[in-house]
């Protein structure tokens, strides 16, 4: 083969492509394998972080939707509860109207006679004025006012009496008590505080002591007569549970979380024992240690 034939010079050309080829070292090669593979790996990571954060938007638009719904259905219920809650107004209204009329139609009423709840036997009676839960009735032996929980269950019929009336009444003097109390002591300490502080003996505080007492015998009975009503109404759910009639608001019932009971009403005797306990540590401050 000449030496300027095309043969020659092609395979010069393949000559010099080999030791091109040969001068590039096996570190770096496997370095820019490496750097590639890095690259790679930080790309595929990107990638997923891409997709897990468009899963979330995802996530989080749905939340956002389903929020506004949520939004939209309580204002509805709130709005149906409001037309309700006015339509048991206008009911309690109409219902309070119509027992007023027929207390007042009571007034003048005769009856031949009227057996109270106690046993007595009023003859030719008549109520006379009807205030509140309270009867003023005249008979042939006398005069008499009789509350309307303890007459009979015809004049209770007749008045629209419910039993639960008598227990909010009662509620309601007892609040009345306290109040006035409350606020007897609050003058009491604000004109004379030094006296009521240096004379244990003072008179006027052993006074507001003895009210105060009578005010939580007065309690301890409603709770009690409460405790009462809510075991006869539901007998086989307080079934068991402890009560003491004698310090009715430390009784199991109400402080002994074992003992607690899911029942209709047991919140009305946490109020009420509530009541008892914020009395016994005014009691404890008017006596001292």
Not at 94 to 122: N, S, T, V
Not at 186 to 191: G, H, I, R, V
Not at 210 to 234: D, G, Y
Request: charged letters at 30%.
């Amino acid at each position: 083969m000449p030496p300027g034939s095309k043969l020659w010079k092609a395979a010069g050309l393949a000559l010099v492509a080999m030791l091109m080829c040969s001068c590039v070292k096996k570190e770096d090669y496997e370095r820019v394998l490496q750097e590639k593979a890095a690259v790679q790996a930080q790309l595929d990571q990107r990638q997923a972080q891409i997709r897990q954060l468009q899963e979330q938007l995802a996530a989080t638009q749905l939340q956002l939707t389903q929020i506004v719904e949520l939004q939209t259905r309580l204002k509805d219920a709130l709005s149906r509860l409001e037309d309700r809650q006015k339509e048991i107004d206008d009911l309690n209204a109409r219902w309070e109207k119509f027992k007023e009329e027929r207390r007042q139609g009571m007034i003048g009423r005769e009856y031949p006679e009227i057996r109270l709840d106690d046993g007595r036997l009023l003859k030719k009676a008549k109520i006379t004025a009807m205030q509140g839960d309270e009867l003023a009735i005249i008979h042939e032996s006398g005069f008499m006012k009789v509350m309307l929980s303890k007459s009979n269950d015809q004049v209770r019929w007749q008045a629209c009496f419910d039993p639960n009336e008598a227990a909010a009444s009662e509620r309601a003097k007892m609040l009345a008590q306290a109040r006035l109390l409350d606020q007897r002591l609050s003058e009491k300490n604000t004109s004379s505080p030094a006296t009521l502080t240096n004379k244990p003996g003072n008179s006027g505080r052993e006074q507001e002591a003895r009210l105060l007492e009578s005010v939580i015998r007065a309690q301890r009975l409603e709770l009690n007569n409460a405790h009462a009503r809510l075991s006869k109404q539901q007998p086989g759910a307080l079934r068991g549970a402890h009560w003491d009639s004698t310090r009715p608001e430390d009784s199991g019932l109400l402080n002994v979380f074992a003992e607690r009971r899911a029942v209709l009403g047991i919140s009305q005797l946490d109020i009420m024992a509530s009541a008892i306990k914020a009395n016994l540590r005014k009691l404890q401050d008017l006596r001292g240690p």
